[in-house]
């Protein structure tokens, strides 16, 4: 017995020191390497510190620095705006009748600083607000409109700096890791804001995370479109889809076109129903003679349940200076967005369709006929897929209902005839980390709270929020919801009184 527990010891210490020595070994399935103790130099230090220069993260720096906290932004990339320019060619910052609106906190002087700047050829502020959206047609001057309006605000930005790790010792952030083209480094801050959009900071710093459907998809630029020429042909098509198509496409897929819901209320594991109303006919036989001869694909596969297509139309409009442009876009679901491996076969996969679908519309669509992809998204990206576990996650049914929270931070309203969703302060405070908070989509909300708007108020909340609580000496979770709502209200946020 004594001999049967030494020899149990001895293998226990011996892959002890295995793991120590930096070998590989297997843990929890997957091989692992410890790597070795090494020490790294601190950058910069400040009060805040924003990871991810997105919409989310352009109002959270902003919301910070101009509530007086020394704040810093890391950025991977060379730019902000994120999915504006790089990851999702974005052409609309807002939506008639839908809130946040631009008339509200940092959206307004985004506003005024692109009518300074003279993009888009808007000769006023009044003009924007009228039309109720900033119209992109080229997609640098927005990015440079939210650059200056950080500069300004005193932010320093860390460009080409990629998030790796946080140092967390007793539930607190004490620095962030990031690699750069010339090494790693440290950035030391007193409370963090994670506007990563899948809640990287969050997960990798041990806050509890939920994982769900993350909706992904490849945005593509088309130029070269004749744009007269493609509305007169969509013009003459039939309003409904055409039975035969619906017909060959229930047969290709083995199933009847049921109903698909984000949320996982439909019977379908992929929107063909939207396939069917907004492609079918403009695409016509044509479509089904090439999917059935192998000249164009009807989906990709990815692993062993993602689906690559594309659903949501060409979206075709001609502007002023890039003429006439479509904005097709792959649509993928069952891909894990925190597998490295999925998303790049995703991505892959979403550039190839992409690329297919543009010589089909070169031979049979009318207008197409000269157009080329002249632009492909970054990278392929997620609607959703990973956010921070708190009490505050609304239920589907509430997102279009009137529902009050006393500790209101943006209101979130989609169209005029829906109900005015309060959306609450708690939604971005992680639990077990103490100087987290984290935004929009890699909030709580995850999905529901993922429009562009919103995503730049709830930005600026969070900054304010982190500002106040540095001042105060308190923790993001115990700041005075009440100096947040009034800080908020004063930089133009309109919020109920409570």
């Not at 999917?291 to 594309?310: A, E, H, I, N, R």
């Not at 609304?394 to 005015?420: C, F, M, T, W, Y």
Request: aromatic letters at 8%.
């Amino acid at each position: 017995m004594w001999r049967k527990q030494h020899t149990q010891r001895v293998l226990v210490a011996a892959l002890v020191c295995m793991i120590i020595q930096g070998w590989s070994g297997l843990v929890l399935g997957q091989q692992m390497i410890q790597e070795p103790p090494r020490s790294t130099p601190v950058l910069y230090e400040a009060d805040v510190v924003v990871v991810g220069g997105g919409l989310s993260g352009v109002g959270a720096a902003l919301g910070a620095a101009r509530s007086g906290a020394k704040t810093v932004l890391i950025e991977r990339t060379g730019y902000l705006g994120g999915w504006i320019r790089g990851t999702g060619l974005g052409n609309v910052v807002a939506i008639q009748g839908w809130r946040p609106a631009l008339t509200e906190g940092v959206l307004l002087d985004i506003t005024r600083k692109m009518v300074e700047l003279r993009a888009e050829g808007y000769p006023d502020v009044d003009t924007v607000l009228n039309t109720g959206h900033l119209l992109v047609t080229n997609h640098e001057m927005m990015p440079h409109a939210f650059q200056s309006l950080v500069v300004e605000s005193g932010v320093k930005i860390f460009y080409f700096s990629t998030y790796s790790t946080s140092i967390v010792r007793d539930g607190h952030i004490e620095a962030v890791i990031i690699e750069t083209p010339v090494g790693r480094g440290a950035i030391r801050g007193k409370v963090y804001i994670d506007c990563t959009g899948l809640a990287t900071v969050a997960a990798e710093s041990g806050a509890p995370v939920k994982r769900a459907e993350a909706f992904m998809g490849l945005a593509a630029w088309m130029g070269g479109v004749d744009v007269a020429r493609f509305q007169s042909y969509e013009a003459s098509l039939p309003k409904e889809p055409d039975p035969q198509m619906k017909s060959w496409l229930e047969a290709k897929l083995g199933h009847k076109i049921g109903r698909f819901s984000s949320d996982g209320s439909g019977d379908m594991d992929y929107p063909w129903d939207d396939w069917l109303e907004r492609n079918a006919n403009v695409l016509g036989p044509a479509f089904r003679q090439a999917v059935d001869s192998g000249q164009m694909p009807l989906y990709y596969t990815v692993g062993k349940k993602g689906k690559v297509s594309f659903i949501e139309g060409l979206k075709v409009i001609q502007f002023e200076v890039a003429g006439g442009i479509a904005r097709p876009r792959t649509y993928v679901v069952g891909v894990d967005p925190t597998n490295i491996e999925e998303v790049s076969e995703a991505h892959i996969k979403s550039s190839q369709y992409l690329f297919k679908l543009a010589e089909f519309l070169n031979r049979h669509v009318p207008g197409f006929e000269k157009a080329q992809i002249t632009r492909l998204a970054e990278m392929t990206l997620n609607r959703a897929g990973r956010s921070i576990v708190n009490d505050a996650d609304p239920a589907n049914e509430d997102i279009n209902s009137h529902v009050a929270h006393d500790d209101v931070i943006a209101i979130l309203q989609r169209g005029k005839d829906r109900g005015a969703y309060e959306v609450p302060y708690r939604a971005m405070v992680a639990e077990k980390i103490d100087n987290l908070l984290a935004v929009g989509k890699s909030s709580s909300g995850g999905i529901k709270f993922r429009t562009h708007m919103l995503s730049v108020i709830m930005g600026q909340a969070a900054g304010t929020a982190a500002a106040i609580a540095v001042q105060d000496g308190v923790l993001p979770r115990d700041v005075n919801i009440r100096k947040v709502q009034a800080e908020l209200r004063k930089a133009g946020v309109p919020l109920p009184q409570k």
